[in-house]
């Protein structure tokens, strides 16, 4: 997106080129009325030469004034030859004007007298298309056509028809269209925002209904190849025409009457068609839980995957979608509420099974500690009877056992690990030696 500096400075140099270019692009050459105007008058002056010099000037040649009274006449003879071209061109206007309205019923205000003459003289006005609807005074390009001047601004195309069939697409400019050429439709090439709705059956057949907020624009690249440089918005005219050539008639429920939609509605039928399979075809549980795969569809991973899909699927729209967002959705109450309790349940599951664990690992890990110890004790008992001299070995064993214990004993360590029972022991033989 260009900023306002950038958007103003194109619009500066469209007017310019208006200017430069008017006479170019209004005037296209003699046609027409013009045509027969000329012709008349010729005949007109042709005509009342050769009655003057026919009829009127053998007979005042003879008189002291008849120069004056030659051009007199030649005068009285081109007005009075000029009347019934008038006349007979007042009442051709007013039968033609008659003949338009009935023919082409145009709307209310239409003025058919300059249609008509811009048609016979081969020039129109210079219309303005800055928004996706022509003016009201306007209008008549829609169902009359050329020839008249188009100044284009920048971010709009017109795609243009010429006997219900396809002429041409044109972007930001200052054009001519021919007679005949009529503007089918003019597209808008900024970015468009749309909000909705979409609804649909999950696979586990619970009804989902999503909040999206779309932002799509005409021009599957960003770029385009000789592209002019100073255009704040890129026009494609094969995208233009693909988006154009995409519409299709829908049925208005609020009219009760068939209405031809945008390629804005069609971009956006086509994501709601594209969400409400994604959705039929996976769980509720799939959709929200992200333990239960990569098909989460508030999760980044499934959004890149949705937004490079449907943007594969619009290069026959001659569309891309810039952005796509699930702001909201809504399941019926009866059903979150199962929902959460469901989920509710299986993480106070894993929480019991997670403890469970811990105090297994804790017991596990004393019980082991534990045997360490009194196999360390065993161990050392059995080194300090390797010392013992077994001719006295009454009293050898004696003192090796006293040590052991007072070892054993003062120990922080080892009466952590060894049971109660086993000290009380422990403290009596130690008295006792």
Do not use: C
């Not at 209008?139 to 396809?166: Q, T």
Request: glycine share 6%.
């Amino acid at each position: 997106m260009a900023g306002p500096t950038e958007e103003t400075a194109a619009l500066e140099e469209t007017e310019d080129l208006r200017n430069e270019d008017r006479s170019n692009v209004v005037r296209k050459g003699p046609t027409g009325l013009t045509v027969i105007a000329i012709g008349a008058a010729i005949a007109i002056v042709v005509s009342a030469t050769y009655i003057l010099f026919t009829f009127s000037l053998p007979t005042i040649l003879g008189q002291d004034n008849w120069l004056v009274m030659a051009f007199r006449t030649y005068i009285m003879l081109l007005i009075g030859l000029s009347i019934p071209y008038f006349v007979v061109l007042a009442l051709i206007s007013r039968i033609t004007g008659q003949f338009f309205d009935r023919f082409y019923s145009p709307p209310e205000g239409t003025n058919a007298r300059d249609l008509i003459l811009s048609r016979l003289y081969g020039y129109g006005s210079m219309v303005p298309i800055r928004s996706e609807q022509l003016s009201s005074s306007h209008s008549w390009l829609n169902w009359l056509g050329g020839p008249a001047g188009l100044v284009i601004h920048d971010g709009f195309a017109v795609y243009l028809e010429k006997g219900n069939r396809f002429s041409r697409v044109l972007g930001p400019g200052i054009f001519h269209i021919e007679p005949a050429e009529t503007v089918k439709t003019i597209v808008d090439l900024r970015p468009i925002v749309r909000n909705g709705s979409v609804k649909a059956w999950t696979k586990d057949g619970i009804k989902i209904e999503l909040e999206v907020r779309m932002e799509t624009q005409i021009g599957h690249e960003t770029n385009q190849p000789n592209e002019p440089a100073n255009l704040v918005y890129p026009f494609n005219p094969d995208d233009v025409k693909k988006a154009v050539e995409k519409t299709a008639v829908r049925f208005n429920r609020e009219t009760q009457s068939l209405t031809e939609s945008n390629w804005v509605d069609g971009v956006w039928g086509k994501v709601q068609g594209f969400l409400a399979t994604y959705i039929s075809s996976h769980t509720v549980d799939e959709l929200f839980l992200a333990e239960w795969g990569t098909s989460q569809m508030l999760s980044q991973s499934a959004s890149r995957k949705v937004f490079q899909d449907l943007n594969q699927n619009l290069i026959e729209y001659g569309a891309r979608i810039s952005n796509l967002q699930i702001t909201n959705f809504t399941i019926p109450p009866e059903v979150n509420k199962q929902r959460i309790d469901n989920w509710e349940a299986e993480r106070q599951s894993i929480e019991t099974i997670t403890v469970g664990q811990t105090k297994a690992y804790e017991i596990r890990e004393r019980e082991k500690a534990r045997a360490e110890a009194e196999q360390e004790i065993i161990a050392n008992i059995a080194k300090e009877m390797e010392r013992i001299d077994f001719d006295r070995l009454q009293e050898t064993v004696l003192l090796s056992l006293s040590g052991i214990l007072d070892q054993s004993l003062s120990d922080p360590f080892t009466r952590t690990l060894v049971t109660n029972e086993t000290l009380d022991t422990l403290e009596k033989l130690k008295k006792l030696l």
